[in-house]
């Protein structure tokens, strides 16, 4: 049987090479053929979404250095949540807590959710790290 990594050079019995076991060719040349090879364009497998943050897909508030509390932007939408919570099973995902802090009962859960994410996000002095500090009225 024989290990094959994506630079060509092939090692005997390395731990961490991802091999499926199968014995025949695949189409692309490699050594499977369960259909499940990442060099396929009939590969199951996708490549993960490069992490950004706008655009097409991509559920977020834009930053806006002007408004308070939901207005703020710097975060998920509701949408963007619930489509997490979808493609990640048993994510416990939620929105920010916008509610003005005056009007959250001392020790309820939102009150700790949003004292915690505000003294977590301290050091964040991007413009999205702002705006979401800004969301959470920190």
């Known amino acids: 049987m024989k290990f094959q990594g994506s630079t060509g050079y092939t090692q005997m019995n390395n731990p961490f090479t991802k ?3 199968c014995e025949g060719a695949c189409n692309c040349g490699s050594d499977c053929s369960c259909g499940m090879c990442s060099r396929c364009s009939n590969s199951p497998i996708k ?6 943050t706008i655009g097409k ?28 919570r979808r493609n990640n099973p048993g994510s ?5 807590v916008t509610t003005d802090p005056k009007k959250l009962k001392r020790g309820s859960k939102a009150w700790k959710r949003r004292r915690s994410f505000c003294a977590r996000s301290k050091s964040w002095k991007s413009k999205r790290g702002l705006a979401a500090r800004r969301r959470w009225n920190c």
């Open 92 to 96: 416990k995902l939620r929105t920010a």
């Open 57 to 84: 897909g991509k559920n977020f508030n834009k930053a806006n250095s002007t408004g308070r509390g939901a207005a703020a932007g710097g975060g998920m939408t509701k949408k963007g949540v619930r489509e997490y």
């Open 47 to 52: 490549k993960a979404d490069p992490r950004r």
């Open 19 to 21: 091999y499926c076991g």
